[in-house]
């Protein structure tokens, strides 16, 4: 069948519901707490140095599946469970976005309709070959950014599979944090142009400059 | 949101092959002024354009020879790193920015040269220049950093 390079409708949906969080990695220190109510955050809560609500919180003493429930105030925040022991330092960081690639002769459909890595496997679309895991690789966030009148996001490294030998024919963007009505939400499926093939050696998809009007994902 | 890709056969990009793209990447900056137009103006743009894609080239080509031989030079002091250690090592801590003064210094000589000097110095065109290169940076050294990886692991048999 064939890919239709897109960013998919059903992202553009659940980012108006709020279920994407692509901040980057940050780290926070605050009052020794052991409760669910977090104070004296610092560095403060700000443009630069954001936190959102729903974004993953780790750290010594806190369980997983733990996040920020509520923004209290610049320097306070809810989490959904409180540490097991008191805490004076938390991380925050978005959601694990992957990209997965496709096989060359795919027998799928990939475009703007797709819903997200289930139609991959669904219709066993994914590559296999030596370097390369079932799933794709997680990606590392980078702070997505405002640049008026326009919002972009990016992700750094690009993605490589080293050791490799393979071929593909294109690939997905995918959030592999569950924060709606399916698992493995689609952003976005890219053409690669025709079979692109490796040999016990280097893949990298290369995204595009982070800038308004070039960057992989942005809301113009 | 098209995305690109390298491909190397036998291991990692070479640095030839990171200058091309990185300098292709910049060259397509370029937005000429009727491009298609028989005038001698837009003839002098093509021709500074043809002879500006070497020199960054060169320039290029060496800077990425510059951070795989420092990435290099690391691994080679970081022998026995555990495979754990070095998964860590590949994804944090990828700095470009001790290499910025030198690539940019070299690079900014070079578009001093053209006639789109005034251009490639307004402050957001150099942001913009750096983003390229010190993306690409980041690159060679997660890359170096993963075959690294690769090859404790071949040693270990996992």
């Not at chain 1, 729903?54 to 925040?77: C, K």
């Not at chain 2, 003064?101 to 006639?115: E, R, S």
């Amino acid at each position: 069948m064939a890919i239709t390079t897109a960013m998919l409708a059903k992202f553009k949906r659940d980012l108006l519901c709020g279920a994407h969080h692509f901040s980057q990695s940050r780290a926070f220190t605050c009052t020794s707490s052991s409760t669910t109510t977090i104070t004296g955050i610092s560095p403060a809560i700000a443009e630069a140095t954001p936190i959102y609500v729903g974004e993953a919180v780790s750290g010594a003493n806190i369980s997983a599946n733990t996040f920020v429930s509520r923004i209290l105030s610049s320097t306070s925040i809810q989490l959904n469970q409180a540490p097991s022991a008191a805490i004076t330092a938390f991380t925050v960081v978005g959601d694990t976005f992957k990209m997965a690639l496709i096989k060359v002769g795919m027998a799928g459909t990939y475009g703007a309709s797709s819903t997200g890595y289930s139609d991959i496997t669904g219709n066993s679309d994914e590559v296999s070959g030596t370097g390369y895991t079932a799933g794709g690789q997680a990606m590392t966030n980078v702070d997505p950014v405002a640049s008026s009148p326009s919002a972009y996001t990016t992700f750094s490294p690009n993605p490589s599979w080293t050791s490799a030998s393979f071929s593909t024919a294109g690939c997905m963007i995918y959030n592999s944090t569950q924060n709606g009505p399916i698992a493995n939400a689609g952003c976005s499926v890219h053409d690669f142009g025709g079979t692109q093939t490796v040999s016990s050696g280097t893949f990298t998809a290369l995204m595009p400059v982070a800038a308004v009007g070039t960057a992989i994902l942005q809301i113009t | 949101m098209k995305v690109g890709f390298l491909i190397t056969n036998g291991g990692p990009h070479p640095a030839d092959k990171w200058a091309e793209i990185t300098a292709e990447t910049i060259l397509d900056m370029l937005v000429d002024a009727n491009p298609d137009d028989d005038t001698p103006a837009a003839a002098a743009a093509r021709k500074a354009k043809r002879d500006l894609r070497p020199k960054l080239f060169d320039v290029l080509n060496s800077h990425h020879e510059g951070v795989q031989k420092v990435e290099r030079s690391t691994l080679a002091s970081k022998a026995n790193m555990t495979m754990a250690e070095a998964a860590v090592h590949a994804v944090t801590n990828l700095d470009p920015e001790p290499h910025k003064p030198g690539v940019m210094d070299d690079v900014n000589k070079v578009l001093a040269q053209t006639p789109w000097a005034d251009h490639f110095a307004k402050p957001e065109v150099q942001e913009h220049l750096w983003k390229i290169i010190g993306q690409h940076t980041v690159d060679v050294m997660h890359i170096e950093r993963r075959w690294h990886h690769d090859r404790l692991s071949a040693a270990q048999g996992a």
